[in-house]
T-cell receptor
């Protein structure tokens, strides 16, 4: 399974953009990059995913490098409620794509400060 | 309705007890998952059910026994657990197993303490 590397922690000022990096240098051509976050003692929450192109939704933007070996999650205007552990995950498919699993790495603890 | 519910929220059990965790979703999802999360660690996959059939078992000890009685319900039966099994147990579901682009929705988890 492709592994991901993230900084253990980051700080961000409230109202500023938070840019969370992730390295996934062993990613295969058909493997998706997913981002989840987990606020303390809650279940993980899906944020966004992508394959090759940059993606944007109401929560965040995902920038994937052309060689797909790294990506950046951007929260455009961080709020205190965005304080959480952010997980970058490479989705691994089994059985010709009929099954898949998410293997969570250690994640980045993002702390948004007032 | 984009909610995965889990009961109970908290459970304390002795090492000789038998208990069950329950997970329910009404989103029509056909894949369901159990994860285990120890304190300050990431979630670890335990089981995957695809169309009500067990498709992945991540070498989980037999004292954990999953069951998927129908497409909306997932149970985890617990028997003869050890104190080191104390953790947050998370359930998740996704729309169609294997197809790209379908994210997993997680429940809030059951906090299990084994005494």
């Amino acid at each position: 399974d492709a592994k991901t590397t993230q900084p253990p922690s980051m700080d961000c000022a409230e109202g500023r953009a938070a840019n969370l990096p992730c390295n996934h240098s062993t990613i295969s051509g058909n493997e998706y990059v997913y981002w989840y976050r987990q606020i303390h003692s809650q279940g993980p929450q899906y944020i966004i995913h992508g394959l090759k192109n940059n993606e944007t939704n109401e929560m965040a933007s995902l920038i994937i490098t052309e060689d797909r070996k790294s990506s950046t999650l951007i929260l455009p205007h961080a709020t205190l409620r965005d304080t959480a552990v952010y997980y970058c995950i490479v989705r691994h498919d089994y059985s010709g794509g009929s099954n898949y699993k998410l293997t969570f790495g250690k994640g980045t603890l993002l702390t948004v400060n007032p | 309705d984009t909610e995965v519910t889990q009961t109970p929220k908290h459970l304390v059990m002795g090492m000789t007890n038998k208990k069950s965790l329950k997970c329910e979703q009404h989103m029509g999802h056909r894949a369901m998952y159990w994860y285990k999360q120890k304190a300050k660690k990431p979630p670890e996959l335990m089981f995957v059910y695809s169309y009500e059939k067990l498709s992945i078992n991540e070498s989980v000890p037999s004292r954990f026994s999953p069951e998927c009685p129908n497409s909306s319900l997932l149970n985890l039966h617990l028997h003869a657990l050890q104190p080191e099994d104390s953790a947050l147990y998370l359930c998740a579901s996704s729309q169609k197993p294997g197809l790209a682009g379908y994210e997993q929705y997680f429940g809030p988890g059951t906090r299990l303490t084994v005494t």
